[in-house]
Nanobody, 114 residues
């Protein structure tokens, strides 16, 4: 599975940003899709996950502000980020987890200015 993320950029604090990740290749291996982020000097952390059955999981700090969704027919996962804070500045990575392996896409940088 190959993952390609889009949508990073510069946004002001309090603003919104939407990320998109397109999965391609061995689509039969696509299972749980999600987003993780890595801030400068920090470890990569999981932000949100959505199962093939559309169950969603969120990191506590983004609950009620971020929404993950997916379109199984298009093999695409989305992350809508609202009320962004400067602490959300990070490289956002799309990932696929299928119980056998975890695949990461190239990240997309989101910068939130104060």
């Amino acid at each position: 599975v190959q993952l390609q993320a889009f949508g990073g950029g510069l946004v002001q604090a309090g603003g919104c940003r939407s990320l998109t990740c397109l999965a391609s290749g061995s689509t039969a291996s696509i299972d749980d899709l999600g987003w993780s982020r890595q801030a400068p000097g920090q470890q990569r952390t999981c932000v949100a996950t959505i199962t093939r059955g559309l169950t969603q999981y969120y990191e506590d700090s983004v609950k009620d502000r971020f929404t993950i969704s997916r379109d199984n027919a298009k093999n695409t996962v989305y992350l809508q980020m609202n009320e962004l804070k400067p602490s959300a500045t990070a490289v956002y990575y799309c990932r696929n987890s299928n119980g056998k392996s975890v695949t990461w896409g190239r990240g997309t940088l989101v910068t939130v200015s104060s």
